[in-house]
């Protein structure tokens, strides 16, 4: 079965820090993709990046990069510069590409709190 | 291009009423998802549409929610009658569409979803 695991409830950083949330996953899957949203207060789910299982390098988009290991099964989100607005919660979630396995797979999330 | 809409942003009602939410994905997504998230929760997925047919409701909790997508664009999910645990926030996502396609094409794009409280 697949399965997602956030081991940290809550984390802090002070603005301008980076910080790693971590991700690790389980899946029989060859073929699967691994995401990283961001769920401010006021509720909306936003896309921040995407790992597909046979990209070579990990995926940057900004200030965000995610250290994918896949020997380790881990995908953990780093985010450099951290902002005030990067407060929020973050979910980590994995897709596999066949059958039943394309819905999304959540972990439970991590709260982060940039403290000025 | 326009991202998926969603209304109302917010719903208060009482136990035993009913509610519909409304759904309007990205234009051109053939797959529209619902989720539901609980507090402390990551989002559950409620129903997937691919164009106005259903791929899973296998967690949707037939005695009460239905949703439809009659002309394979927009979608209504509906409660009737609501529970006190029906409160929560219902997302809505879209998907470009299916074919195994790997890459960012792959990604959900959510909505703001709606508020629900039910006193």
């Known amino acids: 079965a697949q399965k997602i695991t956030q081991t940290q409830p809550g984390m802090f950083v002070q603005e301008k820090e980076a910080v790693t949330l971590d991700c690790t996953y389980d899946?029989?899957?060859?073929?699967?993709?691994l995401f990283w949203y961001k769920q401010p207060s006021s509720g909306e789910m936003i896309f921040l990046i995407y790992?597909?299982?046979?990209d070579e390098q990990n995926a940057t988009e900004g200030r965000y990069s995610l250290n994918f290991q896949k020997a380790r099964k881990s995908a953990n989100l780093v985010i450099s510069a951290s902002q005030l607005g990067d407060s929020a919660m973050y979910f980590c979630a994995m897709r596999g590409h066949a059958g039943n396995n394309r819905k999304l797979i959540w972990g439970l999330g991590t709260s982060l709190a940039v403290n000025p | 291009e326009a991202g998926v809409a969603q209304s109302p942003r917010y719903k208060i009602i009482e136990k035993r009423q009913s509610v519909a939410f409304w759904c309007n994905p990205i234009?051109?997504?053939?797959?529209l998802y619902w989720y539901q998230q609980i507090l402390g929760q990551g989002p559950k997925l409620l129903i997937q549409f691919q164009n106005n047919g259903v791929v899973d409701d296998s967690q949707l909790p037939k005695d009460r929610f239905s949703a439809e997508r009659l002309k394979g664009v927009d979608s209504t999910l509906k409660i009737q009658p609501a529970k006190l645990e029906d409160s929560a926030v219902y997302l809505c996502?879209?998907?470009?569409?299916?074919?195994?396609?790997?890459?960012?094409?792959?990604?959900?794009?959510f909505g703001p979803g709606t508020r629900l409280t039910v006193l």
């Open positions: 996502a879209s998907w470009v569409g299916g074919g195994g396609r790997r890459g960012s094409t792959d990604t959900q794009y």
């Open positions: 899946t029989s899957d060859q073929s699967y993709g």
């Open positions: 234009s051109g997504h053939a797959t």
């Open positions: 790992q597909g299982s046979y």
